[in-house]
């Protein structure tokens, strides 16, 4: 897949439940596209590693055991879109978790488009991994991994070729993650619905909102997004 390093992509929001795919595809597009991925979760264990005055905020927060405010995350990402691998475009991953994030974020981008140092600045790519409930199940509670290799398999799309065993690392045994278990994954998808689906409410009514079939193979829905992207710039 040849990587298009010259191609101004802009900001990429991917939205979809916990198990859509979202961080592969991320990957991909950054692979691609030569732009960077902005990982929330990244950009706040970068700050408290670092010990900036952000960081420094979040950690006092995070001791408190109360989740980071939507400021200091904004302020965070602000921080991390105006350096300069940023200027063709990203894939914002993480973010925007609230409609409140995704109004902030419009808000500086309507700012940054008419910031003339930066004129590869547009507003967001925003696509949707739709994914059936019941596959979201299959996809996140079959999978498992590798503890000496890393390999991830899936019991009901990818299994390995002996139950519960690692085809590469001697049949080292496979295990699951604690987030893929089901009594933790339905809290998740319950938060997903009552937070994070506002995000892409909100994009709907702005007619920015585009959906994918995620339920596709992983290169189909791939190939659906580089369309997609290439599509809106061509």
């Given at each position: 897949?040849?990587?298009?390093?010259?191609?101004?992509?802009?900001?990429?929001?991917?939205?979809?439940?916990?198990?859509?795919?979202?961080?592969?595809?991320?990957?991909?597009?950054?692979?691609?596209?030569?732009?960077?991925?902005?990982?929330?979760?990244?950009?706040?264990?970068?700050?408290?590693?670092?010990?900036?005055?952000l960081?420094?905020?979040?950690?006092?927060?995070?001791?408190?055991?109360?989740?980071?405010?939507?400021?200091?995350?904004?302020?965070?990402?602000?921080?991390?879109?105006?350096l300069?691998?940023?200027?063709?475009?990203?894939?914002?991953?993480?973010?925007?978790?609230?409609?409140a994030?995704?109004?902030?974020?419009?808000?500086?981008?309507?700012?940054?488009?008419?910031d003339n140092?930066?004129?590869?600045?547009?507003?967001?790519?925003?696509?949707?991994?739709?994914?059936?409930?019941?596959?979201?199940?299959?996809?996140?509670?079959?999978?498992?991994?590798?503890?000496?290799?890393?390999?991830?398999?899936?019991?009901?799309?990818?299994?390995?070729?002996?139950?519960?065993?690692?085809?590469?690392?001697?049949?080292?045994?496979?295990?699951?993650?604690?987030?893929?278990?089901?009594?933790?994954?339905?809290?998740?998808?319950?938060?997903?619905?009552?937070?994070?689906?506002?995000?892409?409410?909100?994009?709907?009514?702005?007619?920015?909102?585009?959906?994918?079939?995620?339920?596709?193979?992983?290169?189909?829905?791939?190939?659906?997004?580089?369309?997609?992207?290439?599509?809106?710039?061509?």
């Amino acid at each position: 897949m040849a990587q298009e390093t010259s191609r101004n992509v802009g900001p990429v929001v991917l939205l979809g439940p916990p198990g859509a795919g979202k961080g592969t595809q991320a990957k991909r597009i950054r692979e691609r596209y030569g732009i960077p991925q902005v990982s929330t979760g990244d950009l706040l264990r970068q700050n408290v590693v670092q010990g900036t005055e952000l960081g420094i905020a979040a950690k006092a927060v995070m001791a408190r055991g109360e989740l980071v405010n939507d400021d200091l995350v904004c302020d965070m990402v602000q921080q991390r879109l105006v350096l300069p691998d940023c200027k063709r475009g990203y894939v914002l991953d993480g973010f925007p978790r609230t409609a409140a994030q995704a109004g902030w974020l419009d808000a500086l981008l309507d700012h940054e488009l008419f910031d003339n140092s930066r004129p590869t600045r547009a507003w967001p790519i925003v696509i949707s991994l739709d994914v059936d409930y019941n596959q979201l199940l299959l996809r996140i509670t079959g999978r498992r991994s590798c503890p000496t290799c890393g390999r991830i398999y899936n019991v009901h799309f990818q299994p390995p070729r002996t139950d519960e065993l690692c085809d590469e690392a001697h049949g080292t045994k496979l295990v699951t993650r604690n987030d893929d278990r089901l009594e933790v994954l339905q809290p998740r998808l319950t938060a997903y619905q009552e937070q994070t689906r506002p995000v892409a409410d909100y994009y709907q009514r702005t007619g920015r909102l585009i959906s994918v079939n995620g339920d596709l193979p992983m290169d189909d829905v791939t190939g659906q997004i580089f369309r997609i992207l290439e599509d809106h710039h061509a």
